[in-house]
């Protein structure tokens, strides 16, 4: 148990359809990150909080997608009008909890997407 | 920005042998190398990792080498397990900025009995 859960694990939705996802670390955690993971590939950086503050997007992050982290805990990420260029593993990670280093990144188990 | 290239892409050896999967990175400001273990249906897990101070590390079955003047790294799993069967992935980051992981591809590692 890495600590981060993620919801839903697997969504399929039509396209054009906005869909939302939600990672919810166990306990406080300073950052937290979002990666999309095709098949067959490693993880791509999406974008990453520092407590509320998003400080980085990748420019994989287009217009049709947005991150909040309100609160400094939980973090959704919505897609809005999906394409099925979409379709991907989304992974939520988490660093510098406990004392512990920003290095350190752990993941949830991700929401797998599917785009019809 | 970093790129990561990773080889092979599968491996498959026999329960008990050892198994290496390397690693080259291209930003020399790199200086965290972790390597995560992932299975299927799951997000991937941190098996071990190495800071751009220290040429190698290990933990029970596992070492992590680094070679900084060739900006490559390796993954060494002795006496391999059918459990040790996954995907592996290295990953190369900046530490002190937004520590944002680069991946590799992977490689499928297959323990036969």
Same mark, same amino acid.
């Given at each position: 148990?890495? /600590?981060?859960?993620?919801?839903?694990?697997?969504?399929?939705?039509?396209?054009?359809?906005?869909?939302?996802?939600?990672?919810?670390?166990?306990?406080?955690?300073?950052?937290?990150?979002?990666?999309?993971?095709?098949? /067959?590939? /490693?993880?791509?950086?999406?974008?990453?909080?520092?407590?509320e503050?998003?400080?980085?997007?990748?420019?994989?992050?287009?217009?049709?997608?947005?991150?909040?982290?309100?609160?400094?805990?939980?973090?959704?990420?919505?897609?809005?009008?999906?394409?099925?260029?979409?379709?991907?593993?989304?992974l939520?990670?988490?660093?510098?909890?406990?004392? /512990?280093?920003?290095?350190?990144?752990?993941?949830?188990?991700?929401?797998?997407?599917?785009v019809? | 920005?970093?790129?990561?290239?990773?080889?092979?892409?599968?491996?498959?050896?026999?329960?008990?042998?050892?198994?290496?999967?390397?690693?080259?990175?291209?930003?020399?400001a790199?200086?965290?190398?972790?390597?995560?273990?992932?299975?299927?249906?799951?997000?991937?897990? !941190?098996?071990?990792?190495?800071?751009?101070n220290?040429?190698?590390?290990?933990?029970?079955?596992?070492?992590?080498?680094?070679?900084? @003047?060739?900006?490559?790294?390796? !993954?060494?799993?002795?006496?391999?397990?059918?459990?040790?069967?996954?995907?592996?992935?290295?990953?190369?980051?900046?530490?002190?900025?937004?520590?944002?992981?680069?991946?590799? @591809?992977? @490689?499928? !590692?297959?323990?036969? !009995?």
């Amino acid at each position: 148990d890495t /600590g981060v859960s993620q919801n839903p694990r697997h969504k399929i939705t039509k396209r054009g359809q906005n869909v939302t996802f939600r990672c919810d670390p166990i306990s406080e955690h300073n950052r937290l990150y979002w990666y999309r993971q095709t098949l /067959g590939q /490693g993880p791509e950086f999406l974008t990453y909080f520092q407590n509320e503050a998003q400080l980085e997007k990748s420019r994989l992050l287009s217009d049709r997608f947005s991150a909040e982290r309100p609160k400094g805990s939980f973090s959704t990420l919505e897609i809005q009008r999906t394409e099925q260029g979409d379709s991907a593993m989304y992974l939520c990670a988490i660093s510098g909890g406990d004392g /512990g280093t920003y290095n350190e990144q752990f993941f949830g188990p991700g929401t797998r997407l599917t785009v019809l | 920005g970093e790129n990561v290239e990773q080889h092979p892409s599968t491996l498959s050896v026999q329960e008990g042998d050892s198994a290496v999967i390397k690693c080259t990175y291209s930003d020399s400001a790199s200086n965290y190398f972790p390597w995560y273990k992932q299975e299927l249906g799951k997000g991937p897990q !941190l098996i071990i990792d190495i800071r751009s101070n220290v040429g190698e590390k290990k933990d029970q079955r596992i070492a992590v080498t680094l070679n900084k @003047t060739a900006k490559h790294f390796s !993954l060494h799993i002795t006496e391999t397990q059918p459990e040790d069967s996954a995907v592996y992935f290295c990953a190369a980051s900046i530490t002190g900025t937004a520590s944002k992981l680069t991946f590799g @591809t992977g @490689t499928r !590692l297959q323990v036969t !009995l």
